[in-house]
């Protein structure tokens, strides 16, 4: 009967954790793939004009395939984020990554907090970090 006890103390534990992770509890398989709440195609076009125009694609590569100065965006391959959720990506933009925390030795220039020059703001963090999201997913 203890024993039973703890079982279910811990698949209570188990299920409270899943639950509090993303907010809203969302089903197994390709749950990371759902869109993130907020997102829309909207901003998802912004983004992809403010990373293609603006500075990103200069470290990235065009559409983030990849670059001398920055690593690819576009698969689920990632060098300092952990899973690349959409959260990760909007604080890794506004935070930027300074020259001791580059993992790359070969990539000499950091990036600068809130895209360096480009100087986003918070709306337009969120619209490129909504971009990056979706390139990864494809
Ligand atoms: C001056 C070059 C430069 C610019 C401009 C730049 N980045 Fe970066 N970015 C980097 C470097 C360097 C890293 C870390 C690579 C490493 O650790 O080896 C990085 C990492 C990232 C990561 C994490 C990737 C991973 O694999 O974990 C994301 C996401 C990212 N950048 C998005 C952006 C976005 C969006 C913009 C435009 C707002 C941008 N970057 C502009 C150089 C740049």
């Given at each position: 009967?203890?024993?039973?006890l703890s079982v279910?103390a811990?698949?209570?534990?188990?299920?409270?954790?899943?639950?509090s992770a993303?907010?809203?509890?969302?089903p197994s398989?390709?749950a990371?793939?759902?869109?993130?709440?907020?997102?829309?195609?909207q901003?998802?076009?912004l983004?992809?004009?403010?990373f293609?125009n603006?500075g990103c694609m200069?470290c990235h590569?065009a559409?983030?395939?990849?670059?001398q100065?920055?690593p690819a965006?576009?698969?689920?391959?990632?060098?300092?984020l952990?899973?690349?959720?959409?959260d990760e990506?909007v604080?890794l933009?506004?935070?930027?990554?300074p020259a001791?925390?580059?993992k790359?030795?070969?990539?000499?220039?950091p990036?600068?907090a809130r895209g360096?020059?480009?100087?986003?703001n918070?709306?337009?963090?969120?619209?490129?970090?909504?971009?990056v999201w979706s390139?990864?997913?494809?």
């Open positions: 009967m203890r024993k039973l279910i811990l698949s209570a534990l188990a299920a409270c954790r899943g639950g993303g907010g809203a509890p969302t398989g390709n990371a793939n759902a869109r993130p709440a907020g997102v829309t195609d901003m998802i076009a983004g992809d004009s403010l293609n603006g200069r590569g559409k983030g395939i990849g670059a100065n920055g965006l576009n698969d689920a391959a990632w060098v300092q952990k899973s690349g959720t959409y990506i604080q933009v506004t935070t930027g990554v001791a925390a580059i790359d030795p070969t990539r000499k220039n990036m600068g360096g020059r480009m100087n986003l918070d709306d337009q963090i969120k619209a490129v970090a909504s971009y390139i990864s997913r494809k």
